[in-house]
């Protein structure tokens, strides 16, 4: 008995479903776009500034729950009011600025008094502008002096602006060397700047000119962040000793670890490793020395290391002993810089902030461009209450191909089967309407 004939209409439809099923599978869900409280796992309440009375700009600082609990970046946070309504927000990066402006200035004056010091005058060729810095370019190596910077309007009446040390040491054999020979002083719009470096052992410095400028900075503004050390030792093959440190929680943004250490007179290459799981590691940029100098010709340290930012949570600190002892480590400190968000409050109005959506897009808010031409230097802050758990979430389910993980291979399979038999089923048909053999 022949089998039914299948027509072509079937079997395409049993193709096209046999592709959907696959599709299907392949393909993982995808969140909206839209806020919907189910799918956020955490939240916390907003308390505004007390005796906030206008609507108006406020800001809050982010704290260590908001880092452990968000997806990657802040991209999932979510500021919803009391009505029910997404709030615009910025978060801000405290990280810091810098401008320096170059000044046309020219070589007014110079000379020397034996036995008191060396001078020298800069004309910046009219009143009115605006400078707070000076450059004094050295031709001489290795000296420690101070260097009093007077301003005047009129080349005859001087006022004292600011005194600072001036240095360019070398240390430990040529491997150290440190330089500096700026001296920063209140912003001021007078003409006229002079420098003079009072003599000391060694004679007058061999000047060759100065530079003028106005600095503008806002320094980065970091927060400490709690850390465990998990582990100290030595690594003798390395020439190292090191130690593991651990945050209190992952995604907490990290840049630079300061050291505590009592001795002095020494200088040391440290670097800097982060890991998710304290099996792999990673390095953070080339390091940074970390030094202490108590001696005759120089006295200063930095005991500082900056580093790639990270939000890894476990931090490895590598401090290249080479053939000296190891160095006593009493303390460290871990910084990153602050996060905060920045929004529009009303008074009375009630806010809550959620994170802890990993597949949530990182929104985007008119205030971002808004915000520029905005005051934002202290603004009220707001409040952060505990973390509390979002009752309206709800799990979402792994897409289908990872919660049965046997169920693809089983409709590929199925499909080769399907597809097997429509083949010999066309074979058939085929011979039968092939003319019989002579």
């Given at each position: 008995?022949?089998?039914?004939?299948?027509?072509?209409?079937?079997?395409?439809?049993?193709?096209?479903?046999?592709?959907?099923?696959?599709?299907?599978?392949?393909?993982?869900?995808?969140?909206?776009?839209?806020?919907?409280?189910?799918?956020?796992?955490?939240?916390?309440?907003?308390?505004?500034?007390?005796?906030?009375?206008?609507?108006?700009?406020?800001?809050?600082?982010?704290?260590?729950?908001?880092?452990?609990?968000?997806?990657?970046?802040?991209?999932?946070?979510?500021?919803?009011?009391?009505?029910?309504?997404?709030?615009?927000?910025?978060?801000?990066?405290?990280?810091?600025?810098?401008?320096?402006?170059?000044?046309?200035?020219?070589?007014?004056?110079?000379?020397?008094?034996?036995?008191?010091?060396?001078?020298?005058?800069?004309?910046?060729?009219?009143?009115?502008?605006?400078?707070?810095?000076?450059?004094?370019?050295?031709?001489?190596?290795?000296?420690?002096?101070?260097?009093?910077?007077?301003?005047?309007?009129?080349?005859?009446?001087?006022?004292?602006?600011?005194?600072?040390?001036?240095?360019?040491?070398?240390?430990?054999?040529?491997?150290?060397?440190?330089?500096?020979?700026?001296?920063?002083?209140?912003?001021?719009?007078?003409?006229?700047?002079?420098?003079?470096?009072?003599?000391?052992?060694?004679?007058?410095?061999?000047?060759?000119?100065?530079?003028?400028?106005?600095?503008?900075?806002?320094?980065?503004?970091?927060?400490?962040?709690?850390?465990?050390?998990?582990?100290?030792?030595?690594?003798?093959?390395?020439?190292?000793?090191?130690?593991?440190?651990?945050?209190?929680?992952?995604?907490?943004?990290?840049?630079?670890?300061?050291?505590?250490?009592?001795?002095?007179?020494?200088?040391?290459?440290?670097?800097?490793?982060?890991?998710?799981?304290?099996?792999?590691?990673?390095?953070?940029?080339?390091?940074?020395?970390?030094?202490?100098?108590?001696?005759?010709?120089?006295?200063?340290?930095?005991?500082?290391?900056?580093?790639?930012?990270?939000?890894?949570?476990?931090?490895?600190?590598?401090?290249?002993?080479?053939?000296?002892?190891?160095?006593?480590?009493?303390?460290?400190?871990?910084?990153?810089?602050?996060?905060?968000?920045?929004?529009?409050?009303?008074?009375?109005?009630?806010?809550?902030?959620?994170?802890?959506?990993?597949?949530?897009?990182?929104?985007?808010?008119?205030?971002?461009?808004?915000?520029?031409?905005?005051?934002t230097g202290g603004l009220p802050q707001a409040q952060l209450g505990p973390r509390e758990s979002n009752a309206a979430f709800v799990e979402k389910l792994a897409p289908v191909s990872e919660r049965f993980p046997w169920l693809l291979p089983l409709v590929v399979a199925g499909a080769a089967v399907a597809l097997a038999l429509l083949l010999?089923?066309?074979?058939?048909?085929?011979?039968?309407?092939?003319?019989?053999?002579?």
């Amino acid at each position: 008995m022949s089998s039914p004939r299948r027509s072509p209409i079937f079997c395409h439809l049993v193709r096209v479903t046999l592709m959907i099923a696959i599709v299907l599978l392949l393909v993982p869900s995808r969140a909206s776009a839209d806020f919907s409280p189910r799918g956020w796992r955490y939240f916390k309440l907003v308390a505004l500034p007390s005796g906030l009375t206008q609507e108006g700009l406020v800001e809050m600082v982010l704290d260590l729950e908001v880092f452990g609990g968000s997806a990657p970046g802040l991209a999932d946070l979510r500021l919803i009011s009391s009505e029910e309504e997404e709030v615009p927000y910025k978060l801000e990066i405290a990280r810091g600025t810098q401008e320096r402006a170059v000044i046309s200035a020219f070589i007014q004056d110079r000379g020397y008094l034996p036995g008191q010091y060396s001078f020298l005058v800069a004309d910046l060729g009219r009143e009115g502008v605006l400078h707070n810095q000076i450059e004094i370019s050295v031709a001489t190596r290795d000296f420690l002096r101070k260097a009093v910077v007077e301003t005047s309007s009129n080349n005859v009446n001087w006022t004292q602006v600011a005194e600072g040390q001036i240095f360019d040491v070398t240390l430990e054999g040529g491997t150290f060397r440190q330089i500096r020979t700026n001296v920063t002083y209140p912003e001021t719009t007078a003409r006229y700047v002079r420098v003079r470096i009072p003599e000391a052992e060694g004679g007058p410095l061999d000047v060759r000119g100065v530079a003028v400028a106005h600095v503008k900075e806002v320094p980065a503004v970091e927060t400490l962040y709690p850390a465990t050390v998990l582990e100290q030792g030595r690594d003798a093959q390395n020439k190292l000793s090191y130690l593991v440190l651990a945050l209190r929680a992952k995604g907490i943004p990290t840049s630079c670890i300061s050291l505590d250490i009592s001795q002095v007179n020494f200088y040391r290459q440290v670097t800097i490793e982060a890991s998710e799981d304290r099996k792999a590691w990673t390095r953070l940029g080339p390091g940074s020395p970390v030094y202490s100098f108590d001696t005759p010709k120089f006295v200063g340290k930095d005991l500082s290391v900056p580093y790639p930012e990270t939000t890894w949570q476990y931090l490895r600190v590598n401090i290249h002993d080479q053939d000296n002892p190891p160095l006593n480590v009493a303390r460290l400190e871990v910084n990153g810089v602050q996060r905060r968000l920045i929004f529009q409050a009303r008074p009375g109005q009630g806010y809550k902030l959620y994170f802890g959506n990993s597949d949530a897009s990182r929104p985007s808010y008119d205030i971002e461009k808004v915000l520029p031409y905005l005051l934002t230097g202290g603004l009220p802050q707001a409040q952060l209450g505990p973390r509390e758990s979002n009752a309206a979430f709800v799990e979402k389910l792994a897409p289908v191909s990872e919660r049965f993980p046997w169920l693809l291979p089983l409709v590929v399979a199925g499909a080769a089967v399907a597809l097997a038999l429509l083949l010999l089923g066309v074979i058939r048909q085929a011979r039968k309407a092939l003319p019989p053999k002579a």
